[in-house]
């Protein structure tokens, strides 16, 4: 039994190394400066992601259709694909002239053996050579058969007229036959293709000839946050934009300016992408394979913890998840919160959260919330008629907060 104990626990960590080994995964168009997975059926999206261990290892794509809620769809993969769902990732390159050797892989979908046929959200698993999932990321492929409209504007709601956005939206419909909205149709709104914020279950306010309207005031208000913080290290041995200091040992380590928290401190504009990041060197001709890593240092200055709650490092370097890597320790002499993380040489958006005993992430206790912030809203429509099978994603809609306006 014993044994038995000691074998399941070698392959748990095992399986923990493999995940913390893999780094730098993306899934994107192929447009330059295009972050979002959410597109237009039969576009390419590609794949991308290191791993470090850089040895030889066989990893296989792998792809399954969704409902609005993420759970699995009734179809079976050969009514949502032509060819196969599962497939080995074959475009492997070694990494050239980095410190941190890595192998790269990359896959495009769709391709000559994946062809997606049907518009929905989707989740691709990277799986190993056991059949063991690794990582999973979410895209969503839509069809242009209704119009949305998107209007981001200041909450009206005076507890939150400093602090909240209220997203309102309408679908114009006059190609669809839609018998009843209530059922038939299901709407996620998603703030900076971050599906940890989101808002859902929600219904038309107003019906109107071939067009529902979605006009709520608090029912559909998102915290403003605040513009996202950044560095960049396309420079591996030279200081870039935040970055205090740079050391060189086994592999480089960047130093970036200590973020001091202020409660009372106001909204600054500052030009963002959202949490999103670039990979990028201008030291070499390929930052896919060129690019080297860096471990980069973080620090939080505030007289005291954040009483009974976790600090992490937060933005889509990690598709926004919280993990024994990203959280921050506090040391009591310098007063200061303290994190390091490896990554590809790059532009990188981040900021600071953090996590109670009921697991609830509070992305505004550290850098506040302000109606001021430039945010990206996405608007989804799901459209499941009485008697089909799945639902498909009839269109989007796409609003930005200007408070020039």
């Known amino acids: ?30 447009q330059e400066d295009s972050f979002s997975s959410i597109v237009p059926l039969g576009t390419i999206l590609e794949l991308s992601f290191d791993d470090l261990d850089a040895d030889s290892k066989d990893y296989q794509y792998k792809i399954e259709h969704m409902t609005h809620n993420w759970e699995s769809s009734r179809l079976a993969s050969s009514q949502y694909i032509d060819g196969f769902n599962q497939n080995t990732i074959i475009d492997v390159t070694n990494s050239f002239n980095t410190l941190q050797n890595y192998k790269h892989y990359s896959v495009q979908i769709p391709n000559t053996n994946t062809v997606i046929t049907k518009s929905g959200n989707y989740l691709l698993s990277v799986l190993n050579s056991y059949d063991e999932v690794i990582f999973t990321k979410r895209f969503v492929l839509y069809e ?24 309102q939206f309408s679908i114009n419909h006059p190609n669809l036959k839609i018998n009843n909205p209530n059922q038939e149709i299901n709407v996620v709104i998603l703030k900076n293709n971050n599906w940890n ?7 038309p306010t107003f019906f109107k000839q071939n067009q529902l309207l979605y006009t709520y005031t608090n029912k559909t208000n998102f915290w403003g946050g605040n513009e996202y913080t950044f560095f960049d290290t396309k420079l591996i041995s030279n200081k870039s934009l935040n970055i205090a200091k740079i050391i060189k040992k086994d592999i480089y380590h960047h130093y970036i300016y200590p973020f001091t928290y202020n409660p009372f401190k106001g909204y600054v504009y500052n030009p963002d992408i959202n949490g999103q990041f670039v990979i990028r060197t201008i030291e070499a001709d390929d930052s896919a394979t060129e690019a080297d890593y860096a471990s980069m240092h973080f620090s939080l200055i505030t007289e005291t913890p954040f009483a009974n709650k976790k600090v992490y490092i937060y933005g889509a370097f990690n598709d926004f998840n919280l993990t024994d890597e990203n959280e921050m320790q506090y040391d009591e002499n310098t007063r200061t919160y303290t994190g ?30 302000f109606y001021q912030t430039e945010n990206e809203y996405t608007v989804i429509v799901y459209y499941k008629p009485f008697g089909s099978f799945y639902e498909r994603v009839v269109g989007i809609g796409t609003g930005y907060f200007n408070q020039n306006k």
Do not use: C, H, W
């Not at 914020?197 to 219904?203: L, S």
């Open 197 to 203: 914020e989101k808002i859902t279950n929600i219904q």
């Open 144 to 167: 242009n058969l209704v119009t949305t409209g998107v209007l981001v504007e200041r909450s009206r709601n005076t507890k939150t007229l400093n602090t909240q956005q209220t997203v």
């Open 1 to 30: 039994m014993r044994k038995k104990n000691f074998i399941l626990i070698f392959i748990f960590l095992s399986f923990n190394l493999i995940s913390q080994n893999i780094k730098s995964i993306q899934l994107r168009p192929l």
């Open 340 to 369: 390091n993380l490896l990554l590809k040489q790059g532009f990188y958006n981040y900021t600071y959260v953090t996590l109670d005993s009921n697991k609830k992430i509070d992305a505004n206790e550290i850098n506040g919330s």
